[in-house]
């Protein structure tokens, strides 16, 4: 197995050129989806905290068709990508600011079996920037649920409730342990991040989230960053709610996901051109 390339589809792409072409309602396993990762023409999702550390794959129209199950913990599993053969789930929610070591597992897509849990590898991190300070609950720029493979190292942006101003963080793929410093800012974006993916044919990443201080009404939009971390375009959801988790498919597709919220169900979204 191998991840998606360009070959179907020309790495000259805007956000502008997209559309919602399907709405698929998400079962009940996974109404609670926080991370999405395109792998050829599979597509899997994680649950948040609660809920069992499963990895689902599903299919176009949002359908489980398998469970596999993860011997690692989930705390607060907030996202996932992927890359070749491999699922990287990260438990990096921090909603209660309580929070101060995060981790990434990931997981070989050929050994995941329904017969027994998976094996993981982990990486352990922590923010360089922490505060000293207690911080109060969903009031602080500490939290993070969104994930991303760049070539030899993983990306996580926080999900700044207080500041709306998004830290980038630069993960390296195989220190066991290591302290992460932010390595830029993103001060333009309409919200916070909650999830992300990088499309390697463009060197751009796309980006999903919503506003901060909108609930129960949030906007949640859609963006597209440089490589280089730098706001190229911005596109709203209207309409939909608390949107998680984005990837992109071998075709060009864009897929999202929403998480069932206050009179908003789980739902699974395709975009074309």
Known sequence: ????????????????????????SLPKAVQETSGLACVNDRLFTVNDSGHPAIIYEINARGDVLAGYKSQA????????????????????????????????????????????????????????????????????????????FNGNKLV????????????????????????????????????????????????????VGYNSNGLPSLKPFMALLSDEYKVLELKSLKGFGQVEAVCLDFEGSLWFSQERALFKPALLVKMMR
């Open 73 to 148: 913990n989930n705390n607060d599993w907030e996202a996932m990508t992927a890359f070749n053969d491999f699922l990287y789930v990260a438990d990096i929610g921090n909603n209660s600011g309580l929070v101060k070591q995060y981790s990434i597992y990931r997981h070989d897509l050929l050994d995941m079996s329904l017969v027994k849990p998976s094996l993981y590898r982990q990486v352990r991190f922590e923010y360089t920037d922490y505060p000293t300070e207690s911080l109060a609950m969903m009031s602080h720029d500490y939290d993070a649920e969104s994930l991303a």
């Open 156 to 207: 996580v942006f926080s999900k700044s409730w207080q500041s709306n101003v998004a830290r980038v963080y630069e993960i390296n793929l195989v220190q066991p342990d290591q302290k992460a410093t932010p390595v830029t800012t993103i001060d333009d974006l309409p919200g916070m991040i909650t999830g992300a993916h990088y499309d390697e044919a463009s060197k751009r990443y796309v980006v």
């Open 1 to 24: 197995m191998t991840m998606w390339s360009s070959c179907g589809w020309t790495a000259e792409w805007a956000l502008a050129d997209y559309g919602i072409t399907e709405q698929m």
